[in-house]
């Protein structure tokens, strides 16, 4: 099949690469042509456009940061709308939100596009490793044509529902593991400031109802003091955004999660927004008199 890539950062170059890896024929576009280099010299091809790009591929993915740039891409005067060929199939494996997502897949659907939104879950080691979990909104047909591209990317991918629903998956694993990272947080930081190994209190924890792959994985990283960004806290920050205003659109309280897009907001804004999301116990440590 031939893919093309739209967007190659932390997450969307080990993507691209494994999909290349995998036996697809690979276009590469991306605003800045030298972070298109490592996939040409592993044999991808360089197109001058999005536009261009889709005049030449049957899937076309874009990564980007967030709506505005899926909109440019998909629908600007050199976006993939401009230029996409009979049977494209545009997919947005960003993080938007569901009322984003829907709003450009029914302006690509008047121009004959169909689009599937199919955020990921699994940082930059789930890029790497092609562990990604993939959960994707959009018509069923469009999905089974895709469905060896995810493949190629994904351990986990799972069809949620229509247009949009991917992104709402999506919203409710940034709640999930955003409280998740808070709470582990919260609770070394409890431990150490208690005089107490953190290090056996989450050996402990681990064996117990606490258990959790959070406090496994993150937990570890935490005492390791590897704050090397996996999933920066600048981009945790902008789904819970994401989240939070869904819930006002929708009229939902969400608490919990308010309370922790308080705390990525005050990461940011400390200067930690470039460190991954687990530096929330930095900031906790901060807030406690600590360095």
């Known amino acids: 099949m031939k893919v093309g ?9 080990p993507m691209a690469l494994n ?20 996939l040409v010299e592993a044999g991808a091809v360089a ?4 536009a261009a790009l889709a005049g030449v591929v049957n899937v076309a993915i874009s990564m980007v940061a967030d709506a505005p740039d899926v909109e440019q891409v998909a629908l600007g005067p050199e976006g993939v709308a401009a230029g996409a060929g009979a049977g494209l199939v545009f997919v947005d494996m960003s993080t938007i939100s569901p009322a984003a997502a829907q709003s450009i897949a029914a302006r690509l659907a008047g121009q004959g596009i169909q689009m599937l939104d199919a955020p990921v879950s699994g940082g930059e080691i789930g890029a790497i490793n092609a562990t990604l979990t993939i959960m994707v909104g959009g018509d069923a047909a469009a999905f089974e044509t895709v469905r060896p591209v995810f493949e190629a990317m994904g351990k986990t991918v799972s069809l949620i529902g ?21 709470a582990v947080a919260e609770a070394l930081n409890f431990a150490t400031r208690s005089g107490v190994d953190a290090g056996r209190v989450r050996e402990a ?11 496994e994985n993150h937990g570890q990283r935490m005492l390791d003091r590897n704050f090397k960004p996996g999933f920066k806290a600048w981009m945790h920050q902008k789904d819970m955004r994401i989240v939070l205003e869904e819930a ?6 969400l608490p919990s ?3 922790t897009a308080q705390m990525f907001n005050a990461m940011v804004g400390s200067g930690l927004g470039e460190d991954d999301s687990i530096a929330m116990l930095k ?6 008199g600590g360095a």
């Open 162 to 182: 229509a247009s949009g629903a991917g992104q709402v998956a999506k919203a409710c694993n940034q709640i999930l593991t955003g409280v998740g990272v808070a």
């Open 47 to 50: 197109c001058t456009s999005a």
């Open 205 to 215: 924890l681990l064996g117990g109802f606490a258990y959790s792959r959070i406090l």
């Open 257 to 259: 999660s308010a309370a």
């Open 283 to 288: 900031l906790l440590e901060r807030m406690s």
């Open 19 to 38: 999909v290349l890896n995998a036996g697809h024929e690979v276009h590469v576009w991306t605003r800045r042509a030298e972070s298109m280099q490592p």
């Open 248 to 253: 006002h659109r929708l009229g939902l309280a």
């Open 5 to 13: 890539f739209i967007g190659l950062g932390l997450m969307g170059r």
